[in-house]
């Protein structure tokens, strides 16, 4: 199995950046595609976006493309989710995630990080 941590949340105005990381220990790193999810308060878990285990694709939700984007490095074992031109609709905790299979959907990925906390005001 592989065991994920989520770093980099804070708290931004409206129009800023920033960049969350997940560390992923345990099996290779490269045997599993990566994904990002996060969930509002009062609102179900949704996707962000997502890169297969070779970084060939990558996919988005609507709500953040052209604004995300989602990277991984095979030399340190981290994915990356480049968060710009926020809004306050992006306040979520966002989660990192891995599984076997290529996917924009929640149950495809088996590992779950705790989640870290992006708060976007206005």
């Known amino acids: 199995q592989v065991q994920v941590v989520e770093s980099g949340g804070g708290s931004v105005q409206a129009g800023g950046s920033l960049r969350l990381s997940c560390a992923a220990s345990g099996r290779t790193f490269s045997g599993y595609s990566m994904g990002w999810f996060r969930q509002a308060p009062g609102k179900e878990r949704e996707f962000v976006a997502a890169i297969h285990r070779k970084g060939v694709s990558t996919s988005y939700a609507d709500s953040v493309k052209g604004r995300f984007t989602i990277s991984r490095d095979h030399t340190t074992n981290t994915m990356y989710l480049q968060m710009s031109n926020l809004k306050p609709e992006d306040t979520a905790v966002y989660y990192c995630?891995?599984?076997?299979?290529?996917?924009?959907?929640?149950?495809?990925?088996?590992?779950w990080g705790q989640g870290t906390q992006v708060t976007v005001s206005s």
């Open positions: 995630a891995a599984g076997e299979r290529y996917s924009t959907l929640r149950a495809m990925y088996d590992y």
